[in-house]
Structures are given as structure tokens and as C-alpha cells.
């Protein structure tokens, strides 16, 4: 009875992975980028499919600059066997201001937050598809545009709102993990949108238009967003 559980479960997330795959690939997206901020750790058994269908988004080359994929690993699964090597209490502390602006009971694993304004279970491909599908037709309140540089990028922005951050994340692609303790022992765990570094570069006021240069790793991507300091809403997003 046990395997059989077990195979029906197995099959259940193939199943949710093909849909997932080909879910991406129909996507009916609006013409404004949509910031996904998912957060995960290698410590939880959870998050594998979620990591999964953000790579698919990530290398959806139909999504590309459509869909700005984020992975935030937090670190509160270190002290239950493995340190995730890419955790930082700054990415827990980050879904912590999420979970006080969304008044949610607590944070979790895996979550996906959807332009900072709606959050749901990471693996949710219907929940997160239509989540995209709308608010790539919310009309920005600013914009953002990121010119590549010599080891750098720079980052120009404006929006009509006052207090409102700009956000520059840096992330890496292609990390593999061989996992040798805690819940995912002995898988080999693959991560795209890793997030590395998140600089809040300025706060506009409404009137002002920034430019800010930010230095970029060799073979890391550029990420950047105008966020309501009141709400968490992103309301203008780029990636180079």
C-alpha cells in the first residue's frame, strides 16, 4: 500500500511538471514585466518542484524580460541538517516584511510572491501563471532601464509616486548542489535565479529621475524594480 502511495504521489508531480512545462510555453502575458520573488531553501524537501518551475520560467526564452524570476534561499532550514550555501538572513528577513505586509501568520516554504502585492505556495503553476497573466497588464507607475557597462550596469529610473525604493538584485544561474544531509539527503539540486546581492540604490520622490551605476559579477544577471516603501508593491520592474 505504501508503494503505491508513494507511485501515485511520484506520478502526481510528473504530471504537474509536464502541465507546468507546457503552461509556460501558452502564457497569454501583457507587455509589462512581472517580478517573481520565490522563497526556498535546499533544506526543505518542499521546494525542489518550486525551484523547478522557476527554472522553467527562468529559461523560457518566450518569458524572457516578461517574467523576472527571483530566488531568495532563506536561512532559517540551516539548523535542521544543511546549510544552503546561497541562505542569507537578509533574504529571511525580506519575507518577513512580506509577511507583515500581506498580514500573514508566518513564512514559509516554498513561497512565491507575485509583484509584492500576492503570494501563494511556490509550486501553485495555476495560481502563479494567473498571477503573472494579470499583472503583466497592471499599468506601471514608473519605469526602469538597465544599460550594460564595462563590469557594471547602470540603472536609470523615475516613477510618479513618492517614497518608492529603487531595487537593484544581482542573481546566478546554473548552480548545482549535491545535498548530503537534512530532508532532500542524496539529491542533486539544480537553481536558477539565484539571488546574490540586493542594493536599495535610491528612494524617488515622486519627481526625480536617478541613475545609479551597480557593479555585476562576470556571468551573473541584473534585476531592477521600483518598490512602494507602504505596500511592498512593485510597480516597475527590468532585467538585463
Not at 502526481?12 to 497569454?28: D, G, H, K, P, Q
Not at 519627481?207 to 531592477?224: C, M, P
Request: proline residues 5%; hydrophobic residues 40%.
Amino acid at each position: 500500500m505504501k508503494r503505491v502511495v508513494l507511485f501515485l504521489l511520484f506520478a502526481c508531480v510528473v504530471v504537474a511538471m509536464i502541465f507546468a512545462e507546457e503552461r509556460t510555453s501558452t502564457l497569454n502575458v501583457g507587455e509589462h514585466p512581472v517580478v517573481l520573488e520565490l522563497f526556498t531553501s535546499q533544506g526543505c524537501s518542499s521546494c525542489p518542484p518550486a525551484d523547478e518551475l522557476l527554472r522553467r520560467i527562468a529559461q523560457n526564452p518566450q518569458l524572457r524580460g516578461k517574467v523576472i524570476p527571483l530566488a531568495f534561499h532563506v536561512d532559517y532550514w540551516n539548523q535542521l541538517g544543511w546549510r544552503d550555501p546561497f541562505s542569507s538572513p537578509e533574504w529571511s528577513a525580506r519575507q518577513v516584511e512580506y509577511v507583515r505586509a500581506l498580514k500573514l501568520s508566518s513564512a514559509y516554504t516554498p513561497q512565491v510572491v507575485v509583484n509584492g502585492t500576492r503570494q501563494m505556495v511556490g509550486s501553485s503553476s495555476l495560481e502563479i501563471f494567473r498571477a503573472i497573466e494579470e499583472e503583466s497588464r497592471r499599468a506601471p507607475a514608473g519605469s526602469v532601464t538597465i544599460t550594460p557597462a564595462a563590469g557594471a550596469a547602470v540603472i536609470r529610473a523615475q516613477s510618479s509616486k513618492p517614497d518608492v525604493d529603487l531595487i537593484v538584485v544581482t542573481f546566478e544561474n546554473g548552480a548545482q548542489t549535491k545535498v548530503f544531509r537534512g530532508e532532500n539527503t542524496g539529491k542533486t539540486l539544480s537553481n536558477d535565479a539565484i539571488v546574490r546581492s540586493l542594493k536599495r540604490m535610491a528612494t524617488l520622490d515622486g519627481r526625480n529621475t536617478v541613475e545609479k551605476r551597480v557593479d555585476v559579477r562576470a556571468n551573473y544577471g541584473v534585476a531592477a524594480f521600483l518598490q512602494e516603501r507602504g505596500t511592498r508593491r512593485i510597480v516597475a520592474a527590468a532585467i538585463q
